[in-house]
């Protein structure tokens, strides 16, 4: 009954939104024709997602959709098309729009990496000021392969890092915070599949594999209504769809791991695929070491690790009319450890992803994509000794269906409208213990099931030349045993043209989130389970409001923007002290729910033209969260409001990219955050239990998160130098990490100090342990 009552809502608040759009759709209107086609990248013929295309003497364009499709309705009449893409030339073309045709475009790679030659006043810098979606930051994988980065691995989700709003969880994590998130209330999609997990290596680097990466979207706020589920930012990735043209082979090789693409047509004009696989090789290394030492005195094994992955996609056209896509992943990351003593320990974890969408062109005015796919995170822990074995396990499991419509009936509307359906399987802990010889042995199961659904509809309407809108609504509904939940997501966002070069903008976003990441923060490795809205664990909800300027300058060639947002949050998650997070058969009772708010202001100064490129970024920006008594306990920090560990009040970011030379671009970036909000003791208590015992001190703890660590700061250095092979193309790419050799805290533990000669405890002393020094790296790249 309440699902039927939030459906009826639903379709009556979707109506008063969309009626006048629907009825100016409907006005009678001089003669437009449809201007439709793909864009593909002219080296391989795969498409380019993104891409734009515009109409500079109409103030008018469009961007690609993930397929490449753009639709244009044009008045009859002498038009000059500008279509842009990063990375790639920019084309113009002539057209005298007489009737609806079919235009496909093939833009060839630009030379220098990063500069495009545009035409004032359009491509890509000028599209991001005529849209009116803020908060949205988009990258490729040509841009994050120039950057240097950390043992030469290059990494989407760390160069993501360096845009204003996003905050890293620490040295070398991968983590995102997202004006004022969690790292849980982020939706990692890959190919419209859900990933759980985006890390490998304990957080160091992401499962996306910059080889079969096509693009990256980033939203931070203003979400448009087909995407849901989380309250922070949503991480949309797509992958390459392989050479249609002929069959190649790409890779690379550096200090820590390798890669292998292949790639190629499946049949002329018909399809292609993509085959791209990683894998590092800590572990061989460890082994040598190992065994060379395991007959010294005090032999203390190194423990095993290493990550591998998978990447595969295929296109097929089953006409001209419809197309097949189909996307897999698959990674696991390996721990073991293998003591002398007979305590063995081994620990696994990663993702599997699959996903099959069908895309079908009804008109060049209506698409629809159709995806099914499969998503699974799991982790394992096995540990020995001696007789006994101990194994611990947690996944989740999702199916879902989803379908998404486009339709353009004219140059001032673009609806959108669908539906999402999961299926959600959650392995909360999964235990079994016992000995060999059977004398003993437990286990236990810990499962839930969950049901998600949305159904979601937007309009894109451009009221005038000046004026642009898009809004829409989001029906969410969840299901759990006996329990459901379910709201209303409206979202709106605004762009005013002040002039041809200034834009006005402003959004809204509300959103639901109702599964939620319990990660035991005791634990040193990524133990995490995902637990579903159930009983008194409410969905998380947050509602987010951003306005800002944009700002074209010198003559089209820089992007300034300035965004001021503030964001609230309910239901926030917390676990009581002491929580028992793995095998409770009653995880509820150990959650405690608060409100947290965020606040801040990005500045963004960007350059996509020219040898030198890059961007510049600060944001000023402050985070807390409040959890009041509950359920018997004092709440968190005896409710009152402190900042969590991922609040940063300054944030700077520079990334410059130089073409020297046809062969050597050279780069470089620097970031500066403030320091990290922690909790240490402001005193010691001493105390003696007995006369004669010993003395014991033990720590006086003050609020939580009192103390900062010292700011963090580092530069990075890289330079790619293309080599001159006889088939194909190669590169050296050389990287200094931390070039200046910053000890950044990672944190911070207290030390005894004795008397020399007493030996009595007189103090104690604060030490700061940090990560990474300077870590120089080569990498070898090469494409045949």
């Known amino acids: 009954m309440r699902l039927l009552v939030l459906l009826t809502r639903f379709g009556l608040l979707l109506g008063l939104v969309l009626l006048p759009g629907l ?25 380019l997602p993104g891409a734009s295309v515009a109409v500079p003497a109409l103030g008018t364009g469009v961007t690609a959709d993930s ?26 073309r002539d057209l005298n729009v007489t009737h609806s045709q079919r235009l496909s475009f093939s833009l060839p790679e630009s030379n220098n990496e990063l500069g495009e030659v545009t035409v004032v006043g359009s491509g890509t810098l000028a599209q991001k000021l005529q849209t009116p979606q803020m908060s949205v930051e988009r990258l490729t994988t040509r841009e994050a392969k120039l950057l240097p980065a950390l043992f030469g691995e290059v990494d989407l989700l760390k160069t993501l890092q360096l845009k204003p709003g996003v905050q890293n969880g620490g040295e070398g994590t991968s983590g995102l915070f997202v004006r004022g998130g969690s790292a849980d209330q982020n939706l990692f999609l890959l190919d419209e599949a859900v990933v759980y997990n985006p890390s490998h290596l304990f957080g160091l680097f992401s499962v996306f594999n910059p080889d079969a990466v096509q693009s990256v979207d980033l939203y931070k706020g203003g979400f448009p209504a087909q995407y849901g589920g989380r309250l922070s930012s949503v991480v949309d990735v797509k992958l390459r769809e392989g050479n249609a043209e002929k069959y190649a082979v790409s890779g690379g090789l550096g200090l820590i791991s390798s890669r292998l693409t292949v790639e ?46 998978f990447n595969a996609k295929a296109n097929y056209k089953l006409g001209e009319k419809d197309q097949l896509f189909l996307t897999g992943y698959y990674g696991r990351d390996i721990f073991g450890f293998n003591s002398t003593n007979g305590f063995n320990f081994d620990f696994g974890w990663g993702n599997t992803v699959g996903a099959l969408r069908w895309n079908h062109v009804f008109s060049p005015r209506l698409f629809v994509n159709t995806t099914v796919s499969a998503t699974r995170y799991q982790y394992s822990i096995g540990n020995k000794l001696d007789q006994f074995a101990f194994s611990l396990s947690s996944d989740i499991q999702d ?26 399987q959650f392995g909360v802990g999964r235990l079994q213990a016992g000995s060999q010889d059977g004398s003993l042995n437990i286990g236990s199961d810990v499962t839930y099931a969950g049901q998600e659904a949305a159904l979601y509809a937007s309009d894109n309407f451009r009221v005038t030349d000046k004026l642009q809108l898009e809004y829409g609504l989001r029906l969410t509904g ?58 008194n664990v409410k969905p998380q909800r947050s509602q987010q409001v951003a306005t800002g300027a944009s700002f074209l300058l010198f003559n089209g060639q820089f992007l300034l923007t300035d965004e001021v947002y503030y964001k609230w949050a309910r239901n926030q998650v917390d676990f009581r002290d002491g929580a028992q997070l793995f095998v409770n ?19 963004y100064l960007e350059k996509k033209q020219g040898r030198t490129t890059g961007w510049i970024g600060y944001t000023l920006a402050w985070t807390q969260r409040s959890f009041q008594p509950q359920r018997g306990t004092t709440g968190i920090n005896n409710g009152k409001d402190f900042f969590p560990t991922y609040d940063r009040r300054h944030n700077l970011t520079v ?43 033990a720590p006086i703890y003050p609020d939580r998160n009192t103390y900062r660590l010292a700011p963090y700061h580092r530069l990075d250095l890289g330079l790619v130098y293309k080599l001159k092979p006889r088939r194909g193309e190669s590169d050296l790419t050389f990287s200094i990490y931390n070039a200046y050799n910053r000890r950044n805290a990672y944190f911070v533990y207290f030390d005894q100090v004795e008397d020399e000669q007493t030996e009595d405890i007189t103090s104690f002393r604060a030490r700061q342990v940090s990560l990474f020094p300077v870590i120089p790296s080569v990498t070898y790249n090469f494409k045949f």
């Open 23 to 47: 009825v100016a759709a409907q006005q009678p209107a001089a003669p437009r024709y449809t201007i439709s086609g793909r864009i593909r990248s002219g080296a391989d013929k795969s498409v």
């Open 67 to 92: 397929t490449g499709l753009y639709s244009l309705l044009l008045p009859a009449g002498r038009y000059q098309l500008v279509i842009s893409f990063i990375g790639y030339q920019t084309q113009t």
């Open 264 to 309: 190629g047509p499946i049949a002329k004009d018909k399809g292609s695929f993509i085959l791209s696989g990683r894998r590092t090789y800590f572990d061989v290394f460890t082994r040598q070491i190992n065994k060379l030492n395991e007959n010294t005195k005090d032999y203390n094994p190194i423990p095993d690790y290493y990550f591998y992955d």
């Open 399 to 424: 199916f879902a269906l989803r379908t998404d419509f486009e339709y353009t009936p004219n140059e001032k509307h673009t609806f959108k409208a669908g539906a999402t359906a999961t299926s959600h």
């Open 478 to 535: 969840f299901r759990s045993g006996s329990d459901v939940f379910g709201g209303l997501e409206p979202r709106a966002s605004a762009r005013y043209s002040l002039t041809p070069s200034t834009s006005l903008k402003a959004s809204y976003a509300q959103m639901y989130q109702y599964v939620h990441l319990v990660s035991n923060s005791g634990a040193s490795l990524p133990t995490d389970i995902w637990y579903p809205s159930r009983l």
């Open 585 to 603: 058969s009653d995880l509820d009772a150990e959650f405690l729910f608060g409100k947290g708010w965020a606040y801040g202001n990005e500045i």
């Open 655 to 697: 990334v410059v990219l130089h073409q020297l030379s046809e062969r050597i671009n050279l780069t470089g970036s620097f970031v500066y955050t403030s320091g990290a909000p922690t909790t240490l003791p402001s005193g010691r208590f001493v105390f003696q239990d007995i006369y004669g015992a010993d003395i014991e001190a």
